[in-house]
DNA sequence: TGACGAAATTGGAACGTTCCAATTATGAAA
DNA sequence: TTTCATAATTGGAACGTTCCAATTTCGTCA
């Protein structure tokens, strides 16, 4: 059970070659003669190498490891996000170090310097609530490349990668106005997060916009998460004069929201009109269908990480900030399909 | 802009000491004076250093690092588990790689002998589907440590952890047929599966057990998926005698099978019963809440890295088979809370 | 046959750490 | 003082690779 590491050197040995000539072989360089390569790579199936990326990268001051801190991977949408990530740094022939931080400052601080430490080439972070410039300030000074997604920091000098909240906001509220209603409530998510505030703001710019009045009463906040939802409809429908149709922070909400909607014998899509927010993988199966303005974040993560990857082989930093499209998905939650048959009837 | 890498050297320089005492530091020894330590501390804060882990574990032939690779991280259920895994490796002291093989086993041996090459100190893998023992053959033979969770392999000599797959069907359908429903379906899954497998046999057994008669036509396969679950239910629902319950493969075809159900105007936990697997997080709030098998995959996340934590620890590895038990959890999906409503009426 | 450029191969230094054996400093006992 | 044990510090080798400059081999042409 001794397993003594077979090197670069054994290869060599049992192949009549120098070390040199297997490095060659071994990072597929042309200068090699056709029989030589042979040899060595016989060598190497016969011994059973593997290969040690930790002293190549000890030499070449450069690793095949990205890094990529999520707040949440409990949450569908980060965890998508991540697949996207991995899909695209695997086929670069990367290995990407995952770490959760739960929303925990401190967490994130120390997965952040243990990925330093490990030497990772860049770094895609979606940042725990309440990160601030400062708490990123080490990391962009060492001039790894690093990019934000999801959510934005304002001020920190690094790429971001995060979707058009204001206008997918915007369109979704737009669509509800055109069916009618007149109470729309805004449910769900922190009021202190940057993209609960942009959300919102496109929610009461559209209402503005069609000469519609606005209500503090009718933004209720929660946990971004489906119970969050189920307590913000709930609080919703306590007030005096009830909204009848409600844009909510995120997917988790709606979902929420339409149990909570039914705790009440209420159909969601037919008595109450619902709109998420990123289209996660169940939004399209979900009964009723959610209708929701799709976010992509398998896409999301795609972009992120082909970002990284340039910022990584172009070797200077250069921040890029790209605000992702993102469109309305109109599907059965809305009540679109209902109302549609209504003027069908009419 | 140019980041020259600042070594112990460096650090050894700034604080008048060598870099064997530099070193000495770090690892926490006590052997070095307080005076010098708080010298060497100071220097390393004002060069910013930053440990090269990599180059350490040169040296020392042993890193940090696990790796954990699943098969489908969409799936919450295996998201959960990975953040059951992050949170005790992450307190260990240990970073993970994190691969997603979306059940191609191409893409499975790619991973790991990357993972190999990066020098993981153990590894957890939940098998893509038609995984063989072969396939995990040459990983085992290199003497890392290995658990196998979720999934086992016939034959692979590794540790395990798969939940009591089996138990917790029967204990299910016992259920379903105590509160005295006389046709039970079962649905969703790769028949191919070793879960699949162990959860239909529970079924089966439950049935049998009661003298019940056993029907291939009420066992419809179909993909593991929310989508996979509602054509299994509309198959179910085409039957000459059609089911009145349903044991479902996971709480994912079990929320499909309910999306079915409605769209059939049929209303789950009343008009039907359904039970699922697995206890993911979204179980408890749903519309009707899930009876479901707890499985807890957070905890045997956790349990799972415990497990190969000690291994790497122990040095040696002796596979242990763990199965790890399971409860079943009922709500109201399975329409107990009903049958005890009307059973007070009566 | 010699010379020459191109192709192929090579030894040794370097990367940043840890470990070992050896050295030096410190303080207490003689 | 000297002596000794103990505490603290240290230089150098080693880990497995890559890179560079140097060397050897080869085929071709004069």
């Known amino acids: 059970m001794v397993k003594e590491r077979v090197t670069v050197i054994d290869i060599a040995h049992a192949a009549g070659v120098s070390k040199s000539t297997v490095s060659l072989v071994l ?17 190497i199936r016969d011994l059973g190498y593997v290969y040690n990326r930790g002293a190549a990268n000890l030499r ?11 707040n949440d991977l409990t949450n569908s949408f980060f965890a998508e996000l991540a697949v996207g990530v ?3 740094v695997q086929s670069a022939g990367f290995v990407q170090f995952l770490a959760n931080t739960g929303e925990k400052i401190e967490r994130q601080r120390e997965v952040v310097a243990s990925m330093r430490e490990h030497g990772v080439s860049g770094l895609i972070v979606s940042p725990a609530r309440g990160t601030e410039v400062a708490d990123l300030a080490p990391l962009v000074d060492s001039g790894i490349p690093v990019v934000l997604v999801v959510r934005d920091i304002a001020g920190a000098d690094v790429s971001s990668l995060i979707s058009d909240n204001h206008a997918g906001a915007m369109a979704a509220v737009r669509h509800l106005i055109e069916r009618g209603h007149q ?10 997060t940057a ?14 916009e069609a000469g519609m009045p606005t209500s503090e009463s009718l933004i209720i906040g929660s946990a971004p998460s489906r119970a969050g939802g189920v307590t913000a409809v709930e609080q919703a429908m306590m007030l005096a004069d009830r909204p009848t149709a409600a844009l909510c922070f995120n997917d988790a909400v709606a979902f929420g929201v339409c149990d ?3 705790a009440r014998r209420l159909e969601p899509g037919v008595d109450f009109a619902v709109i ?11 009964v009723p269908a959610l209708t929701t303005v799709s976010v992509d974040p398998q896409g999301m993560g795609q972009r992120a990480a082909e970002l990284l990857l340039k910022q990584i082989k172009a070797g200077k930093v250069e921040p890029e900030a790209i605000v992702g499209s993102v469109r309305l998905v109109v599907r059965q939650s809305c009540g679109a399909a209902v109302e549609r048959k209504r003027e069908a009837l009419a």
């Open 195 to 208: 993209v609960f505030e942009a959300r919102m703001r496109g929610y009461r710019d559209a209402l503005i």
């Open 86 to 88: 991995d899909a695209v």
């Open 276 to 286: 998420g927010f990123d289209d996660v993988i169940e939004a399209k199966t979900a």
């Open 183 to 192: 109470r729309i409530a805004f449910l769900g998510g922190f009021p202190d």
């Open 60 to 70: 070449q001051a450069k690793s095949k490891i990205i890094g990529i801190v999520v």
């Open 260 to 262: 909570g909607l039914r």
């Open 27 to 43: 990072q597929g360089s042309s200068l090699v003669n056709e029989a030589t390569r042979a040899k060595v790579n016989a060598a």
